[in-house]
């Protein structure tokens, strides 16, 4: 069973690889978009990580 930070990590890379499939679709001509929007995603990821995370970790002990 996922403990609380493994969960919240997987839901938000769930949610950003909905994002990222929906800008494809959408704006799939411009290859510069796909570039900034996987910068956009990792970052996203790290902040999940970092953040939210780190905050999972603090309120258990």
């Known amino acids: 069973m996922l403990d609380e930070r ?4 997987m839901l938000g890379m769930v949610l950003l690889t909905i994002l990222a499939i929906a800008y494809w679709i959408i704006i799939r001509q411009d290859g510069t978009v ?9 970052g996203a990821i790290g902040y999940l990580v970092n953040h939210l995370g780190g905050k999972s970790e603090d309120s258990k002990g």
Not at 36 to 42: D, E, M, P
């Open 34 to 42: 796909l570039t900034a929007t996987a910068g956009v995603i990792g």
């Open 6 to 9: 493994g969960l919240i990590i």
